[in-house]
Every structure is written in C-alpha cells, then in structure tokens.
C-alpha cells in the first residue's frame, strides 16, 4: 500500500542523506521526496512517498526515531489528509490545437505558463490521480516534450499537527 510520511527534522548538513540511507540500507524505495524549511528555520519537514504493508511502514517509522535528526515522523495516510502534487508539462502543440489545449487546461484548474507553440508549459496542482489523468489527456491533443513532477506533499485535515515531540 501506498503511505505518505511526513517527518520533521533538524535543518542540519547531512540529515537528508541519513534518511535517505535509512531506507536505502534497508531496501525500502523512496517514490517521490520533498523537503524544505518549516516556519521553525531550524526545523525541515521532509515529505516522502514509499510502498509497504502496515508492519513495514510502522518498523520505517521506528528506524527513523532512531536517527539523530529526526524529531517527529506521522504517517499521513492513517488519517484523514489533504495530498497535492505539481506537474509541469513542456508540450509542443499544432497550431489549430492550440485553443482547446489552452481551454483543457483551464477547465481543469491549471495555467499556461507559456503558450509557445514549439514550448507550451503547463502547471496544474492536483491529485495524484488527477495529475495522471491530465498528462494522459494532453498527450492526446499534443506532443509531451518533458514532464517534471513534485511528487506528493501532504497535510492532516484535522487541527493536529506534526509537532516536535517524539512519540
């Protein structure tokens, strides 16, 4: 199954790479990875999308408390959550197709970043399935040059937080 962990730790030199070696260590993929600083500056949330059974997420969950970085980690699909991710689509699009291409993406919540025929760039903010389902739609109508995702990022519906506060 599927699980998006959201993991508060110290902004520090190295601590991505320690994470990162957590599950390469232990043979677990990473699917798509997002870090940044929170409003605390000394304090990063890293964002990662990984495949496992309940008990291999859960043993994930407990080798990242051991890392010395880690301050808090939650497995966002245990509850209820917001999930969004961003494409960025480079298309090179006929000339009579460039309206209703340009149409498409409106409808669908997304912006023309840049309408050049020969570089037509696209953004759309959505679901995973979404995001799917718009790449497939645009390839019908034009030629998809390069595709650049985020990968999913993740926030709890509730008023629960991720806190620093080990569990």
Do not use: C, W
């Amino acid at each position: 199954m599927r699980h998006i962990i959201a993991i508060l730790m110290q902004n520090e030199a190295g601590a991505l790479s320690r994470v990162a070696g957590m599950f390469a260590t232990r043979g677990y993929n990473i699917e798509s990875l997002s870090v940044a600083a929170t409003q605390e500056p000394t304090v990063s949330r890293l964002t990662l999308v990984t495949e496992g059974s309940d008990a291999v997420i859960q043993q994930i969950v407990n080798q990242l408390y051991k890392l010395v970085d880690v301050v808090s980690v939650e497995d966002m699909t245990t509850g209820e959550h917001l999930e969004r991710e961003l494409i960025l689509l480079k298309l090179k699009v006929r000339p009579e197709q460039i309206d209703p291409v340009r149409g498409y993406v409106v409808r669908t919540g997304g912006r023309v970043l840049d309408p050049a025929p020969d570089g037509f760039i696209v953004e759309l903010t959505a679901s995973e399935a979404e995001i799917n389902a718009f790449a497939a739609d645009l390839a019908r109508s034009a030629e998809l040059l390069e595709v650049v995702r985020s990968g999913a990022l993740g926030i709890e519906r509730n008023a629960r937080q991720l806190r620093m506060v080990r569990a």
